[in-house]
C-alpha cells in the first residue's frame, strides 16, 4: 500500500468557457503528482518506480537523445491518466510529466503484480547474486550510493557474465541504457589503449659533465682534479634546440 506523503501533492487548474456567461473559469481538476512522487508514495527509488511503471506500459524510454528520458506513453494521455509538462526558460529547465488521480488508481490496481513480475525476471541465482552483492557494496562504510552508470560498471566488472539485460533487470533500468553505458566504456578503453600505443616525441640523449673548481682544491691536488658525471637525462629535441 502507499505510504502517506509528506509533500502537498500540486493542485492543478484548468480554464473552461462558461456558455451561460461566456467567460473562462478556472477549476480544480484534482492532485496531480511526478513520477518520483509516485515512487515515495510507495517507498521506492527513482529508478524502480520507472521500472515498475514500464512493466505497466506507463512510461516509455526516448531514444536518441543524449540522456535518454522515460516519457509517458501515448495511451496514457489519451486517457486522462498523466499529462506531459513542457520546459519553460525561465522558471522551469526540464520537461517532466504528472499523474492524474484517475492514474494513480489505474497503477495502484496494478502495482502489487507488476512488482511481481519484475522480481520473477530477477530471480535467476547469478542475478540474485549479483543484487545480494552490489547492495553490500553501496552499504559497506555508509557508501553514497552509486548511480545508474555507476552500478552498470561495477557489475560490468565484478560479474562478467551477465548481458546487459540481465544487468538492466538488476538495477531496474532498461537493457538500451546498459548497452549505452557498455559502449561509452568501451571506447574510453579504446581511446587510452590508442594513447598508450602512440610513439613518443623525438628525444636526444645528453650527459653533463660537473667540472670542479680547480681554485677550491689544494695546489697538490690541482692537475688530477676528480671529474662527476651526472647520470644521462633525456630531453626533449625542441628544448635543446631552443
Not at 123 to 131: G, I, Q, T, V
Not at 173 to 202: C, G, I, M, N
Not at 213 to 222: L, N, T, V
Not at 231 to 236: D, F, G, S, V, W
Amino acid at each position: 500500500m502507499p505510504q502517506h506523503r509528506q509533500n502537498r501533492p500540486v493542485q492543478y487548474t484548468e480554464e473552461a468557457l462558461d456558455r451561460s456567461t461566456g467567460e473562462l473559469v478556472t477549476r480544480p481538476i484534482g492532485d496531480w503528482i511526478t513520477v518520483t512522487e509516485l515512487g515515495e508514495l510507495y517507498g521506492v527509488s527513482r529508478i524502480k518506480v520507472r521500472a515498475v511503471l514500464r512493466q505497466l506500459d506507463f512510461l516509455y524510454v526516448t531514444g536518441g537523445q543524449a540522456h535518454q528520458r522515460h516519457r509517458l506513453t501515448p495511451w496514457v494521455v489519451q486517457a486522462g491518466y498523466g499529462k506531459f509538462i513542457p520546459a519553460k526558460k525561465a522558471s522551469r529547465r526540464y520537461p517532466f510529466d504528472v499523474i492524474s488521480p484517475a492514474g494513480q488508481q489505474w497503477i495502484g490496481e496494478r502495482w502489487a503484480g507488476a512488482v511481481a513480475a519484475l522480481a520473477d525476471r530477477a530471480s535467476k541465482p547469478l542475478l540474485s547474486e549479483a543484487r545480494g552483492a552490489l547492495d553490500r557494496f553501496q552499504q559497506r562504510l555508509g557508501r553514497t550510493p552509486l548511480n545508474a552508470q555507476g552500478q552498470v560498471l561495477w557489475l560490468r566488472h565484478h560479474f562478467r557474465d551477465l548481458t546487459d539485460t540481465d544487468i538492466a533487470n538488476v538495477i531496474g533500468v532498461t537493457q538500451q541504457l546498459v548497452s549505452r553505458y557498455t559502449s561509452l566504456q568501451r571506447a574510453q578503453f579504446e581511446a587510452r589503449r590508442h594513447a598508450l600505443r602512440a610513439p613518443l616525441q623525438d628525444t636526444v640523449r645528453v650527459q653533463l659533465r660537473e667540472e670542479h673548481d680547480e681554485g677550491r682544491w689544494p695546489p697538490a691536488e690541482q692537475g688530477r682534479l676528480p671529474t662527476s658525471t651526472t647520470p644521462a637525462e633525456t630531453y626533449p629535441a625542441a628544448q635543446l634546440a631552443a
